[in-house]
T-cell receptor
Framework: RKEVEQDPGPFNVPEGATVAFNCTYS??????FFWYRQDCRKEPKLLMS???SGNEDGRFTAQLNRASQYISLLIRDSKLSDSATYLC???????????????FGQGTELSVKP | GAGVSQSPRYKVAKRGQDVALRCDPI?????LFWYQQALGQGPEFLTY????????KSGLPSDRFFAERPEGSVSTLKIQRTQQEDSAVYLC????????????????FGPGTRLLVL
């Protein structure tokens, strides 16, 4: 079983739609949680961190449920420019680095159409 | 300021050939990570350096993979006797993460080297 699991999609939605991505992780020792965005043939870029209390950044809302080991991302009023792959990421502690290494999910592809 | 750079951006190798991939991290960043991203998959951790010390190489898929960072700045990932299954994008990331500093610091990724083994 993969450590971080996501629905690979693709999700095809019209502009203005609300879309939700879900993710589960298997290691309860995971320290911190993120959503990254990756455009085609580009490197991953941090979209937002995810906190237990839930957090919002403009049209994006992320939530974490540690008990269920579940992470979500909600995108409201989707734009054409939101088309990308969204990677669910957890951070695992490694020797000598309190910051840890990143464990990525497979990614969920989003395509927003006019 | 300059971000993480990697070279070459593209590499085509014949099966059995050795390759070397270079990463220039953000100046002053202590931590350096290598990840491998196969087509349609998320990146997978390969190895981690804190300055010149390689503290975790648990993700290296075989002993054909070797990484170094001799002066604690530039890093090279070397793959010997390349195989077709080595075809992937190799991503380098760096962070300021200081030894003993608790908590996560953002990893900044380079553009990657796209390796194709024929």
């Amino acid at each position: 079983r993969k450590e971080v699991e996501q629905d690979p999609g693709p999700f095809n939605v019209p502009e203005g739609a609300t879309v939700a991505f879900n993710c589960t992780y298997s290691n309860s020792a995971s320290q911190s949680f993120f959503w990254y965005r990756q455009d085609c043939r580009k490197e991953p870029k941090l979209l937002m961190s995810v906190y237990s209390s839930g957090n919002e950044d403009g049209r994006f809302t992320a939530q974490l449920n540690r008990a269920s080991q579940y992470i979500s991302l909600l995108i409201r009023d989707s734009k054409l420019s939101d088309s990308a792959t969204y990677l669910c990421v957890v951070n695992m502690r490694i020797q000598g680095n309190q910051g840890g290494k990143l464990i990525f999910g497979q990614g969920t592809e989003l395509s927003v159409k006019p | 300021g300059a971000g993480v750079s990697q070279s070459p951006r593209y590499k085509v190798a014949k099966r059995g050939q050795d390759v070397a991939l270079r990463c220039d991290p953000i100046s002053g960043h202590v931590s350096l990570f290598w990840y491998q991203q196969a087509l349609g998959q998320g990146p997978e951790f390969l190895t981690y350096f804190q300055n010149e010390a390689q503290l975790d190489k648990s993700g290296l898929p075989s002993d054909r993979f070797f990484a170094e960072r001799p002066e604690g700045s530039v890093s090279t990932l070397k793959i010997q006797r390349t195989q077709q299954e080595d075809s992937a994008v190799y991503l380098c990331a760096s962070s300021l993460q200081l030894p003993g500093l608790a908590g996560y610091e953002t990893q900044y990724f380079g553009p990657g080297t796209r390796l194709l083994v024929l």
